[in-house]
C-alpha cells in the first residue's frame, strides 16, 4: 500500500517487521563496527600514532577525547537528520547515514599521521570522528522508528531489539578484527596493522547501500502522508508538544555510559602500566559480553512487550550501577577469570536489561510526526555525555589511571539519574501504535493539527 492508497482515519496498514528488523540488525552491525573500531584504536594505538608529540598520559587523554568528539557532534546531526526523517521518512535516513559513516571511517584508515604532518593529523582525525557521529545520530533513531514501526503492537519491544543487537554485533566484529591488528609488532601496528579494519569499512558501504535500498517505507508514515499529517516542522513541534519527553529521553540515555565505560576506559585502564593485562586478552572479554548481549537481548525485549518496559529497563540501570564498581574492581585484581565472569555478567547481561528496550521506551514516547526527531535529539544529547564520560573518567582516574573507585562512583550516579528518569514516566507497552505519544485519553484522530504546525 502506498501513501495514495490510504484513507484518512483508517487503520495503519500491516507492515513487515521481519524485513524491517532484519535491514535494521544488519545496517546497524555494519556502521557500529565502524563506530567501534574508533574506540578500540582510540585506546591502543592512537596516542602513540596521532598524538605521539605529547607525553604517555597526555596522549592518553587527548586520543580518548576524540572518542568523545563523534558524541558532541551527535545532537547536531540529531537535529538535521531528525527533522528529514520526520519530513521525508525513514528509509532515506538508513541508506545516507551508512554510506556517510563507511565514507569517513575508510578515510581515517588513509590518514598521515603525527611523525609524517604534526598537528594536522589529529585535526584530521577530529574531522572524520564528527562525520562518524552525524551518521550515528540518524542511524538508531531511523533504524529505531522504522521497526516499532513495522512491528505489530504486542511485539515492539522484540523487534525493535534487533536494532541494538545489530549494535552489539558489530562491535563484536570490530573486536574481532581489531584482535591479530592488535597481535601485531609494535612497529607494523603503529604504521599499517591499525589501518586495516579502517580500510575495510569501504565493503561496509557498499554492502549497507545493497541491503537497505529496497527496504519500504513504515505504514504509519505513509499514512500519514496520506493523511498530510507529516510534521512541516518537526523540531517546533516536538519542543512545543513533548520537551518533557525529549527531557525523560535525555537522562535516561544517560546509561549508555556503562557502555563507553566498559569499552573504552577500562580497556584503556587495563591494559596500562598500572594494572598490565593482555591487550588480546581484554578484547576478548569485550567479545565474551558482547556475544552474551546477542543471546539476552531479545528475551529481555520479550519480557518486557509482557510486563512493560520501565521494569526491565529498572533491572539495567540499577544492576549496572552496582556490576560496574564490581567489574573494575575485578580488573585491579588482574584476575583473568574474575574479570571475564564479571565483564559478561556486567555488559552482557545486567546492562543488556536496559540496553535492549530502550529503543522501543523511548520510540513510544513520540507521535508519529516527530518520532525520530524525538528519538535522535533526546537520545543523542544523553549520549553526547556517555561519550565525553571517557573523557572525564580519565580526568577522575588522575595522573596514574589507578582511581577506578572514583570512575566506578561517577558511573553508578549516572545510572542513578537515568532510572529516576524512566520512574517518572508512564508505561507504554499496551498503547496502540498508531496512539503513541498523544496524550491520555485522546486517539490519533486530531493529530492533524498538532502535527502540520
Given at each position: 500500500?502506498?501513501?495514495?492508497?490510504?484513507?484518512?482515519?483508517?487503520?495503519?496498514?500491516?507492515?513487515?517487521?521481519?524485513?524491517?528488523?532484519?535491514?535494521?540488525?544488519?545496517?546497524?552491525?555494519?556502521?557500529?563496527?565502524?563506530?567501534?573500531i574508533f574506540g578500540?584504536?582510540?585506546?591502543?594505538?592512537?596516542?602513540?600514532?596521532?598524538?605521539?608529540?605529547?607525553?604517555?598520559?597526555s596522549?592518553?587523554?587527548?586520543?580518548?577525547?576524540?572518542?568523545?568528539?563523534?558524541?558532541?557532534?551527535?545532537?547536531?546531526?540529531?537535529?538535521?537528520?531528525?527533522?528529514?526523517?520526520?519530513?521525508?521518512?525513514r528509509?532515506?535516513?538508513?541508506?545516507?547515514?551508512?554510506?556517510?559513516m563507511?565514507?569517513?571511517?575508510?578515510?581515517?584508515?588513509?590518514?598521515?599521521?603525527?611523525?609524517?604532518?604534526?598537528?594536522?593529523?589529529?585535526?584530521?582525525?577530529?574531522?572524520?570522528?564528527?562525520?562518524?557521529?552525524?551518521?550515528?545520530?540518524?542511524?538508531?533513531?531511523?533504524?529505531?522508528?522504522m521497526?516499532?514501526?513495522?512491528?505489530?503492537?504486542d511485539?515492539?519491544?522484540?523487534?525493535?531489539?534487533?536494532?541494538?543487537n545489530?549494535?552489539?554485533?558489530?562491535?563484536?566484529?570490530?573486536?574481532?578484527?581489531?584482535?591479530?591488528?592488535?597481535?601485531?609488532p609494535?612497529h607494523?601496528l603503529?604504521?599499517?596493522?591499525?589501518r586495516?579494519?579502517?580500510?575495510?569499512?569501504?565493503?561496509?558501504?557498499?554492502?549497507?547501500?545493497?541491503?537497505?535500498?529496497?527496504?519500504?517505507?513504515?505504514?504509519v508514515?505513509?499514512q500519514?502522508?496520506?493523511?498530510?499529517?507529516?510534521?512541516?516542522?518537526?523540531?517546533?513541534?516536538?519542543?512545543?508538544?513533548?520537551?518533557a519527553?525529549?527531557?525523560?529521553?535525555?537522562?535516561?540515555?544517560?546509561?549508555?555510559?556503562?557502555s563507553?565505560?566498559?569499552?573504552?576506559?577500562?580497556?584503556?585502564?587495563?591494559?596500562?602500566?598500572?594494572?598490565?593485562?593482555?591487550?588480546?586478552?581484554?578484547?576478548?572479554?569485550s567479545?565474551?559480553?558482547?556475544?552474551?548481549?546477542?543471546?539476552?537481548?531479545?528475551?529481555?525485549?520479550?519480557?518486557?512487550?509482557?510486563?512493560?518496559?520501565k521494569?526491565?529497563?529498572?533491572?539495567?540501570?540499577?544492576?549496572?550501577?552496582?556490576?560496574?564498581?564490581v567489574?573494575?574492581?575485578?580488573?585491579?585484581?588482574?584476575?583473568?577469570p574474575?574479570?571475564?565472569?564479571?565483564g559478561?555478567?556486567?555488559?552482557g547481561?545486567?546492562?543488556?536489561?536496559?540496553?535492549?528496550?530502550?529503543?522501543?521506551?523511548?520510540?513510544?514516547?513520540?507521535?508519529?510526526?516527530?518520532?525520530?526527531?524525538?528519538?535522535?535529539?533526546?537520545?543523542?544529547?544523553?549520549?553526547?555525555?556517555?561519550?565525553?564520560a571517557?573523557?572525564?573518567?580519565?580526568?577522575i582516574?588522575?595522573?596514574?589511571?589507578?582511581?577506578?573507585?572514583?570512575?566506578?562512583?561517577?558511573?553508578?550516579?549516572?545510572?542513578?539519574?537515568?532510572?529516576?528518569?524512566?520512574?517518572?514516566?508512564?508505561?507504554?507497552?499496551?498503547?496502540?501504535?498508531?496512539?503513541?505519544?498523544?496524550?491520555p485519553?485522546?486517539?490519533?484522530?486530531?493529530?492533524?493539527?498538532?502535527?502540520?504546525?
Amino acid at each position: 500500500m502506498t501513501a495514495h492508497d490510504a484513507v484518512a482515519g483508517s487503520p495503519a496498514p500491516q507492515g513487515k517487521p521481519r524485513k524491517a528488523a532484519f535491514a535494521a540488525w544488519i545496517g546497524s552491525a555494519l556502521e557500529y563496527y565502524d563506530f567501534f573500531i574508533f574506540g578500540s584504536a582510540a585506546a591502543l594505538v592512537f596516542p602513540k600514532v596521532f598524538f605521539s608529540g605529547s607525553d604517555t598520559a597526555s596522549a592518553t587523554l587527548q586520543s580518548l577525547a576524540t572518542f568523545g568528539v563523534a558524541y558532541a557532534a551527535r545532537p547536531i546531526g540529531a537535529v538535521i537528520l531528525g527533522h528529514i526523517g520526520d519530513r521525508l521518512g525513514r528509509r532515506k535516513i538508513m541508506v545516507s547515514t551508512l554510506i556517510l559513516m563507511g565514507l569517513a571511517t575508510f578515510l581515517i584508515g588513509c590518514l598521515p599521521t603525527y611523525d609524517q604532518v604534526g598537528g594536522l593529523a589529529p585535526a584530521l582525525l577530529i574531522t572524520l570522528r564528527v562525520l562518524q557521529g552525524l551518521s550515528a545520530a540518524g542511524e538508531q533513531a531511523s533504524a529505531n522508528s522504522m521497526t516499532l514501526e513495522h512491528a505489530p503492537a504486542d511485539r515492539r519491544g522484540y523487534f525493535t531489539s534487533f536494532t541494538l543487537n545489530g549494535t552489539q554485533a558489530g562491535q563484536i566484529l570490530a573486536t574481532l578484527v581489531f584482535i591479530p591488528v592488535a597481535a601485531m609488532p609494535e612497529h607494523q601496528l603503529l604504521t599499517w596493522g591499525w589501518r586495516i579494519p579502517f580500510l575495510a569499512s569501504a565493503v561496509v558501504a557498499v554492502a549497507g547501500w545493497v541491503i537497505r535500498r529496497k527496504l519500504e517505507e513504515t505504514p504509519v508514515f505513509e499514512q500519514a502522508a496520506a493523511n498530510n499529517t507529516v510534521a512541516k516542522l518537526p523540531l517546533a513541534v516536538l519542543l512545543r508538544d513533548h520537551w518533557a519527553e525529549v527531557l525523560r529521553v535525555m537522562c535516561a540515555a544517560l546509561i549508555a555510559t556503562v557502555s563507553t565505560i566498559f569499552t573504552v576506559w577500562a580497556l584503556s585502564y587495563a591494559t596500562s602500566d598500572n594494572v598490565g593485562l593482555e591487550k588480546s586478552v581484554m578484547l576478548w572479554v569485550s567479545v565474551s559480553a558482547n556475544g552474551a548481549a546477542l543471546l539476552s537481548l531479545p528475551l529481555w525485549a520479550k519480557l518486557s512487550d509482557r510486563i512493560g518496559r520501565k521494569p526491565v529497563f529498572l533491572v539495567g540501570s540499577v544492576g549496572s550501577a552496582v556490576m560496574i564498581p564490581v567489574y573494575l574492581w575485578a580488573i585491579s585484581t588482574a584476575s583473568y577469570p574474575l574479570i571475564f565472569l564479571t565483564g559478561i555478567l556486567t555488559l552482557g547481561i545486567v546492562y543488556s536489561a536496559a540496553n535492549g528496550i530502550w529503543p522501543s521506551l523511548y520510540g513510544e514516547k513520540f507521535t508519529t510526526a516527530v518520532r525520530l526527531s524525538g528519538m535522535a535529539i533526546g537520545t543523542q544529547i544523553g549520549f553526547a555525555i556517555a561519550g565525553f564520560a571517557v573523557t572525564f573518567a580519565a580526568e577522575i582516574a588522575g595522573p596514574d589511571g589507578a582511581n577506578w573507585k572514583g570512575v566506578a562512583i561517577f558511573t553508578a550516579v549516572l545510572c542513578a539519574i537515568s532510572s529516576l528518569s524512566v520512574l517518572s514516566g508512564r508505561e507504554t507497552h499496551k498503547i496502540p501504535t498508531e496512539d503513541l505519544g498523544l496524550k491520555p485519553g485522546r486517539t490519533a484522530a486530531p493529530a492533524r493539527e498538532a502535527a502540520t504546525v
